[in-house]
């Protein structure tokens, strides 16, 4: 049985705790492997803030399943519930909304922080980023039929943005917000056709739900993510991988987000420069929208 099941506390109570009290006091009560992974936690919670599920569960030598059923065992409804409240728990509030921002920065301080920041995100990521891997996608992208965009909340303004760019150039890209239909549409693909995820965490569930509709149809998979390891990178054909650790605890990274609009900027110039079709879709283009300004 889980602690869960022994604890008689009411989970409403329980939540008040602090987490890591609530790790110790199921220990005695935990299967061996959920065992595993609240005794990570516990030796390093600042750490865990960090990783992704598939993460932790690798280092607790686990599933990513029994990472979870941890967590709603001691009264969260995920692993991403558990990140932030070891975030809350552990950093002031200004640190959570930024970690280089002290409560009485002014407003010159908090900008010069923040663009530091991202600009260090940026270059991080430059010098980390798989050429190779973004020049395979990009062929994957010239070669399908059709192109899927997947993606939900704050990752899919930029899907839509890049479903947009992609067809300039003469490519049929789609983008529908929906994520029921996102679901269906994905089943609907086949050989020949590609779904792109763009997800920060890799672990939202409609995300997942879409890549292995998409996977099972016989389409080709590819994803921008910022986390090597994660239930995305399982499901994709390819994973550019594109994130900065200081962002990743965050609900609302910001610094991601932009980072992930530069890697779909440098996609999109790879592809504009070798698809034998830009150039005149660009053409098109720009006339259409000389339609739309003074």
């Known amino acids: 049985m889980t602690g869960a099941e022994l604890d008689?506390?009411?989970?409403?109570?329980?939540?008040?705790?602090?987490?890591?009290?609530?790790?110790?006091?199921?220990?005695?009560?935990?299967?061996?492997?959920?065992?595993?992974?609240?005794?990570?936690?516990?030796?390093?919670?600042?750490?865990?803030?960090?990783?992704?599920?598939?993460?932790?569960?690798?280092?607790?030598?686990?599933?990513?399943?029994?990472?979870?059923?941890?967590?709603?065992?001691?009264?969260?409804r995920g692993y991403q519930e558990l990140k932030i409240t070891l975030a809350t728990q552990s950093f002031s509030a200004p640190a959570r909304v930024h970690s280089d921002v002290e409560g009485d920065d002014d407003a010159r301080a908090i900008a010069r922080k923040i663009l530091s920041s991202t600009s260090s995100a940026l270059l991080s990521t430059a010098e980390a980023l798989d050429s190779a891997v973004l020049g395979a996608?990009?062929?994957?992208?010239?070669?399908?039929?059709?192109?899927?965009?997947?993606?939900?909340?704050?990752?899919?303004?930029?899907?839509q943005d890049f479903a947009y760019r992609l067809t300039t150039l003469g490519i049929p890209a789609t983008f529908v917000p929906d994520v029921h239909t996102?679901?269906?549409?994905?089943?609907?693909?086949?050989?020949?056709?590609?779904?792109?995820?763009?997800?920060?965490?890799?672990?939202?569930?409609?995300?997942?739900?879409?890549?292995?509709?998409?996977?099972?149809?016989?389409?080709?998979?590819?994803?921008?993510?910022?986390?090597?390891?994660?239930?995305?990178?399982?499901?994709?054909?390819?994973a550019l991988i594109a994130g900065s650790p200081e962002t990743?605890?965050?609900?609302?990274?910001?610094?991601?987000?932009?980072?992930?609009?530069?890697?779909?900027?440098?996609l999109y110039v790879a592809i504009a420069l070798a698809h034998p079709g830009s150039a005149a879709g660009l053409t098109m283009t720009e006339d259409v929208l000389i339609e739309h300004r003074v």
């Open 8 to 76: 008689p506390t009411p989970p409403a109570a329980r939540r008040d705790e602090p987490i890591l009290e609530r790790l110790r006091a199921s220990l005695a009560t935990l299967s061996p492997a959920e065992r595993r992974v609240a005794e990570a936690i516990l030796r390093d919670p600042v750490g865990v803030i960090h990783q992704s599920v598939s993460q932790l569960a690798q280092d607790a030598d686990t599933s990513a399943a029994t990472v979870v059923r941890l967590c709603t065992g001691i009264g969260l």
């Open 137 to 159: 996608i990009a062929r994957r992208i010239m070669e399908a039929s059709r192109v899927l965009l997947g993606a939900v909340g704050t990752s899919a303004p930029l899907a």
């Open 182 to 238: 996102q679901h269906v549409t994905a089943r609907m693909l086949g050989p020949g056709d590609l779904l792109f995820v763009i997800s920060h965490t890799g672990s939202t569930f409609e995300t997942l739900a879409v890549a292995r509709a998409a996977r099972d149809s016989g389409a080709g998979t590819v994803a921008l993510t910022s986390f090597t390891a994660s239930p995305l990178t399982e499901i994709v054909d390819l």
């Open 248 to 266: 990743s605890y965050r609900v609302e990274a910001m610094a991601s987000r932009i980072v992930h609009l530069a890697v779909l900027d440098a």
